[in-house]
């Protein structure tokens, strides 16, 4: 089962064999580098950028036809060894063998009865591929000196895969030659089918992914080829871009997080026969073990003999799937689309209304989501909405304005608890503009799609339709149909309101007995609650509940982190007291500096 050898030459189209040239390789790859740093595309000229990027991508492909490494074989004639390697170091192989699940690719089939919560895999730390490893390897060198490769533990377990791929002698061959050559991810997907995806709220998630790939490699090919230290790295004869995308993509499904060695923080890794568990609803069941030092995975639900044996990837919504882990999952429960928000800082209301939102934890400027249950806001949204829609007008039951309702007065810090709790309204107007305000945008926004929900479903009953193409309308159709109980919704509270203040019905009153209700809600009912900040042109990173292991395949998307937040803070305490002492109002705060309180989180991977 040896590696096919390397090809650095291909035929012309005259037949005739052209040697690549280095010094036109670089040129493309200088080209690339320099569009893929340019400064974002404007509003609607994403998609001309992708297709220049694409462009060059393929010149360069088409100039490393045939030179990238690949295994002899199929991926299913390497599983034997895939088994007898993991036995051999300490794994559990007993109760399980890898089969083909069809529509479903290949997954682990119990080869016993197993009972739920039985603990049935677990994987020594010998065996994970991690960036400590990677740190101790062949790359070890290149990373000492690399900022990039030491702030992006996913890239450096991809160039980590790829050096070990080409290693013949390599402790995690077996592992590697049982990985999928190619990925149902969008870095794999045609022109066409990238194209349906235009006006979805994922697209610019799919545009980025293709235009960071290919930053990414175009630096790490000019860099293998000029830096002193990778000299030695086995890729600086052989490093295409169908290798880095190759090695991307594994990582990408694939990874996860692990404590370090010593304990004292967590890194990505890399975990074989784990990472062939199929998703399905349920709990995370997989946690590391630092007495024994393993990754163990305890059944998520009874399985009997000759069942797939699923685990849960965390709540990730369908976009999250089909762009990092290459597949839509039907009955996905936790299914959302993003919606950015922000108050804007030119309204008259700004600095009251965001230092409203900071004592409640939520930033002025977010991405939020719509999701596919009901309801369809979280807290977090209808608090912010609250906020967004508040007036000067005179609440129903105090002397003072909607806003200094929740900013002065010896409860204001406890009222802010209120904001994300149904039960109790600002007032029934405001009820209304907010219900009306999500009514209007999720119009809006199923406006933006070139097709109906009715046109999606017929094109989804055509038998020839490609993977790539199906999954790129199933993520289209399930976005129009949570705006569609959007839209629904917000209709449905808007009427019930509007019927409340008509029959001049009595607003619900926040007292201090109240409270044991608010703590008896749901936790997402819960406020304040702690939101990260999002810059212009990041993304929102869902913070599962994860603790070491978060039960994903991916921890992928570009994290918001919260620096600088205090800062706004207090400009917005410096502005909202300016504004109320306008009005003749006090300015005195329970809390001397409410942004005290608040825990940053700990700053994870960036994106790759």
Same mark, same amino acid.
């Given at each position: 089962?040896?590696?096919?050898?390397?090809?650095?030459?291909?035929?012309? /189209?005259?037949?005739?064999?052209? @040697?690549?040239?280095?010094?036109?390789?670089?040129?493309?790859?200088?080209?690339?580098?320099?569009?893929?740093?340019?400064?974002?595309?404007? $509003?609607?000229?994403?998609?001309?950028?992708?297709?220049?990027?694409?462009?060059?991508?393929?010149?360069?492909?088409?100039?490393?036809?045939? +030179?990238?490494?690949?295994?002899?074989?199929?991926?299913?004639?390497?599983?034997?060894?895939? +088994?007898?390697?993991?036995?051999?170091? =300490?794994?559990?192989?007993?109760?399980?063998? @890898?089969?083909?699940? =069809?529509?479903?690719?290949?997954?682990?089939?119990?080869?016993?009865?197993?009972?739920?919560?039985?603990?049935?895999?677990?994987?020594?730390?010998?065996?994970?591929?991690?960036?400590?490893?990677?740190?101790?390897?062949?790359?070890?060198?290149?990373?000492?000196?690399?900022?990039?490769?030491? $702030?992006?533990?996913?890239?450096?377990?991809?160039?980590?895969?790829?050096?070990?791929?080409?290693?013949?002698?390599?402790?995690?061959?077996?592992?590697?030659?049982?990985?999928?050559?190619?990925?149902?991810?969008?870095? #794999?997907?045609?022109?066409?089918?990238?194209?349906?995806? *235009?006006?979805?709220?994922?697209?610019?998630?799919?545009?980025?992914?293709?235009?960071?790939?290919?930053?990414?490699?175009? #630096?790490?090919?000019? *860099?293998?080829?000029?830096?002193?230290? $990778?000299?030695?790295?086995?890729?600086?004869?052989?490093?295409?871009?169908?290798?880095?995308?190759?090695?991307?993509?594994?990582?990408?499904?694939?990874?996860?997080?692990?404590?370090?060695?010593?304990?004292?923080?967590?890194?990505? &890794?890399?975990?074989?026969?784990?990472?062939?568990?199929?998703?399905?609803?349920?709990?995370?069941? !997989?946690?590391?073990?630092?007495?024994?030092?393993?990754?163990?995975?305890?059944?998520?639900?009874?399985?009997?003999?000759?069942?797939?044996?699923?685990?849960?990837? =965390?709540?990730?919504?369908?976009?999250?799937?089909?762009?990092?882990?290459?597949?839509?999952?039907?009955?996905?429960?936790?299914?959302?689309?993003?919606?950015?928000?922000?108050?804007?800082?030119?309204?008259?209301?700004?600095?009251?209304?965001?230092?409203?939102? &900071?004592?409640?934890?939520?930033?002025?400027?977010?991405?939020?989501?719509?999701?596919?249950?009901?309801?369809?806001?979280?807290?977090?949204?209808? &608090?912010?909405?609250?906020?967004?829609?508040?007036?000067?007008?005179?609440?129903?039951?105090?002397?003072?304005?909607?806003?200094?309702? #929740?900013?002065?007065?010896?409860?204001?810090?406890?009222?802010?608890?209120?904001? /994300?709790?149904?039960?109790?309204?600002?007032?029934?107007?405001?009820?209304?503009?907010?219900? !009306?305000?999500?009514?209007?945008?999720?119009?809006? *926004?199923?406006?933006?799609?070139?097709?109906?929900?009715?046109?999606?479903?017929?094109?989804?009953?055509?038998?020839?339709?490609?993977?790539?193409?199906? +999954?790129?309308?199933?993520?289209?159709?399930?976005?129009?149909?949570?705006?569609?109980?959007?839209?629904?919704?917000?209709?449905?509270?808007?009427?019930?309101?509007?019927?409340?203040?008509?029959?001049?019905?009595?607003?619900?009153?926040?007292?201090?007995?109240?409270?044991?209700?608010?703590?008896?809600?749901?936790?997402?009912?819960?406020?304040?609650?702690?939101?990260?900040?999002?810059?212009?042109?990041?993304?929102?990173?869902?913070?599962?509940?994860?603790?070491?292991?978060?039960?994903?395949?991916?921890?992928? =998307?570009?994290?918001?982190?919260?620096?600088?937040?205090?800062?706004?803070?207090?400009?917005?305490?410096?502005?909202?007291?300016?504004?109320?002492?306008? +009005?003749?109002?006090?300015?005195?705060?329970?809390?001397?500096?409410?942004?005290?309180?608040?825990?940053?989180?700990?700053?994870?991977?960036?994106?790759?």
């Amino acid at each position: 089962m040896g590696k096919k050898s390397r090809v650095k030459t291909q035929k012309s /189209g005259s037949g005739a064999m052209a @040697v690549v040239s280095p010094k036109e390789m670089m040129s493309l790859i200088a080209e690339l580098l320099q569009k893929c740093s340019s400064a974002a595309a404007s $509003a609607g000229k994403e998609w001309e950028e992708y297709l220049q990027i694409r462009g060059l991508v393929e010149r360069i492909r088409k100039k490393q036809k045939g +030179m990238s490494i690949v295994f002899e074989g199929s991926r299913e004639e390497h599983f034997p060894d895939l +088994m007898s390697w993991a036995k051999e170091n =300490g794994a559990s192989c007993e109760c399980f063998t @890898v089969a083909n699940f =069809g529509k479903e690719g290949y997954g682990l089939r119990a080869t016993r009865d197993i009972k739920a919560e039985e603990l049935f895999l677990w994987i020594p730390r010998k065996m994970l591929m991690t960036v400590e490893s990677a740190q101790n390897s062949i790359l070890g060198p290149l990373y000492s000196q690399d900022r990039i490769l030491q $702030a992006m533990g996913n890239v450096t377990l991809a160039l980590h895969l790829l050096c070990e791929r080409a290693n013949p002698a390599s402790f995690w061959l077996p592992y590697i030659r049982s990985l999928p050559q190619e990925y149902d991810i969008p870095l #794999y997907y045609q022109q066409e089918d990238v194209q349906l995806l *235009l006006g979805t709220q994922a697209v610019q998630d799919v545009l980025s992914q293709y235009k960071n790939t290919a930053r990414q490699y175009a #630096y790490f090919y000019k *860099l293998v080829q000029t830096h002193p230290t $990778a000299s030695k790295l086995p890729l600086k004869d052989c490093f295409t871009f169908d290798d880095y995308r190759w090695a991307v993509s594994s990582v990408m499904t694939r990874q996860n997080q692990i404590p370090t060695e010593d304990g004292s923080r967590v890194t990505l &890794a890399l975990i074989p026969l784990w990472d062939m568990c199929n998703h399905t609803n349920g709990l995370i069941t !997989t946690g590391y073990n630092l007495e024994d030092d393993r990754c163990e995975c305890v059944a998520l639900q009874d399985c009997k003999e000759n069942e797939q044996i699923y685990i849960f990837y =965390g709540t990730r919504s369908n976009a999250e799937f089909v762009i990092h882990n290459g597949f839509f999952f039907q009955d996905n429960a936790h299914d959302r689309v993003k919606i950015k928000l922000g108050v804007s800082k030119s309204e008259r209301l700004y600095a009251m209304k965001a230092e409203v939102l &900071a004592r409640a934890g939520i930033p002025a400027s977010y991405v939020f989501a719509l999701h596919c249950n009901e309801p369809p806001i979280s807290a977090q949204l209808l &608090a912010f909405l609250r906020v967004f829609c508040m007036t000067e007008g005179k609440a129903p039951t105090h002397s003072q304005n909607e806003l200094k309702y #929740y900013l002065l007065g010896e409860r204001a810090i406890n009222k802010i608890f209120t904001l /994300g709790n149904s039960e109790f309204p600002v007032s029934w107007e405001n009820e209304i503009k907010l219900w !009306t305000f999500l009514e209007t945008r999720a119009a809006l *926004l199923l406006k933006t799609y070139k097709t109906t929900s009715e046109e999606d479903r017929s094109m989804l009953e055509k038998p020839d339709l490609s993977l790539h193409s199906r +999954m790129a309308i199933q993520l289209r159709l399930a976005e129009k149909q949570i705006l569609e109980k959007a839209l629904a919704c917000g209709r449905a509270k808007r009427l019930y309101f509007q019927k409340n203040l008509e029959e001049g019905a009595s607003l619900p009153c926040y007292e201090e007995s109240d409270i044991a209700l608010l703590e008896n809600t749901e936790a997402d009912a819960k406020l304040p609650v702690i939101l990260r900040k999002v810059e212009e042109g990041q993304e929102i990173q869902v913070d599962e509940d994860s603790p070491l292991l978060n039960g994903m395949k991916v921890v992928y =998307g570009t994290n918001a982190e919260a620096n600088g937040e205090r800062d706004q803070d207090d400009n917005v305490s410096t502005d909202v007291n300016s504004a109320l002492a306008s +009005m003749g109002g006090s300015s005195q705060r329970e809390e001397a500096n409410p942004s005290a309180s608040r825990t940053e989180d700990e700053p994870k991977e960036n994106t790759v």
